[in-house]
């Protein structure tokens, strides 16, 4: 019988085991083979990769961190369990990217740091509990990529990030502009998140973009408060009249060679794509589209990224949780390639 903790190994990793190799080599520690282990058994990791912390192995190049918090959301609550969902949706991820040529958890180690422990009912503690627990997983991993939650969670996590790198250029996919003032008088929601950042200085705004906008809004206002604030934006006809290829142009020379951060809500997806999230708004992105956009960001220096507002209550046969673990495959498939010039 073959030990169900058994781990397979980069960078030759065809087949080989961790009772292959020693312990402790500098050789990255990866999943299960899923020729031995049924991929429907094994570690509850993201893509069943081992913890940040588990003995051989150390720290991490990339760690991810689900962040179980939803109590910013103006109308479907459930991203609160959005974490468990994306994890339960990465257990089909194979260790080759064939689209990026890429293994981007044998190219260095990458481990699931766990949940970050939040108070549902204290927004402000919540997000700095956030704050707190992001900067201490970058003590013992280069880069964290995070599971949400709703959207509220990118403040925190942007204010680690540009703690580490200073401004960051954003690039902010989803079909809302989430740089609204307040609600209901609240100042940190999931609307507000990058108004809030560019505020604090967090962003380097001239660098920055909203992809995927689209819906109606409160008025022209909103997008004139934005365009202020200093973002660029891509809207969903933008995508669709003039193609991925030109999009990735306009973004790529938007970032330049800033430490680049990116954010995912997973409603810039069609609701036909991820039907399980908190604000859908029709007439989005498909998948592929997404994941083409996000593949033209290869080499650029990413400093961090998120995918958020996956609500499993109201997803239909794990669209929207394949769909976000995907999203977080590509990141990771990213980090390997931007490894050799860290933001
Ligand atoms: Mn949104
Ligand atoms: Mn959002």
């Known amino acids: 019988m073959t030990d169900p903790l058994s781990r397979t190994r980069g960078p030759t990793a065809g087949g080989q085991t961790a009772g292959d190799l020693p312990p402790g080599d500098g050789v990255p520690a990866g999943p299960p083979d899923g020729r031995q282990v049924p991929r429907f058994a094994g570690p509850d990791t993201f893509a069943r990769l081992p913890r ?20 910013g959301v103006s109308y479907r609550p459930g991203a609160r ?44 503690e919540a997000i700095a509990q956030i704050d707190t627990a992001a900067r201490a997983i970058l003590e013992s991993a280069d880069r964290l990529v995070a599971i949400g939650g709703d959207h509220t969670i990118a403040l925190p996590l942007l204010r680690a990030a540009a703690g580490r790198h200073g401004p960051v250029a954003l690039i902010h996919f989803d079909a809302h502009l989430d740089t609204w003032d307040t609600y209901f008088g609240a100042p940190y929601t999931h609307g507000t ?28 206002g909103d997008f004139a408060d934005d365009r202020g604030l200093g973002f ?21 020379s938007r970032v330049g060679d800033r430490p680049v951060y990116v954010s995912v809500d997973i409603d810039v997806l069609d609701p036909a794509h991820a039907p399980g999230t908190g604000t859908p708004e029709p007439g989005g992105l498909t998948t ?23 609500a499993p209550a109201y997803d239909h046969a794990e669209l929207t949780a394949l769909a ?19 933001a």
């Open 52 to 71: 940040l912390g588990d003995p051989g192995v150390g720290s991490a190049a990339v760690a991810i961190a689900g962040v179980p918090f939803d109590s």
């Open 324 to 342: 976000a673990a995907n999203v977080a495959y590509e990141f990771l498939a990213l980090f390997a390639l931007a490894k050799d010039k860290p």
């Open 193 to 220: 998140p990058f108004r809030r950042a560019a505020e604090e200085g967090l962003l380097a705004l001239g660098h920055s973009a909203h992809v995927g906008i689209r819906g109606p809004v409160y008025g022209t």
């Open 232 to 252: 660029a934006t891509v809207t969903t006809a933008d995508v669709a009249r003039h193609g991925v290829d030109h999009v990735i142009d306009r973004l790529r």
């Open 288 to 310: 592929r589209e997404l994941q083409l956009i996000l593949r033209g960001l290869e080499g650029l220096p990413l400093a961090g990224a998120d995918v958020v507002e996956v």
């Open 81 to 124: 369990f959005g974490p468990a969902a994306v994890r339960a949706g990465s257990k089909l991820l194979r260790p080759y990217h064939p689209g990026l040529d890429v293994q981007p958890w044998f190219a260095h180690q990458v481990a699931d740091a766990g949940d970050i422990p939040v108070n549902p009912f204290d927004i402000a």
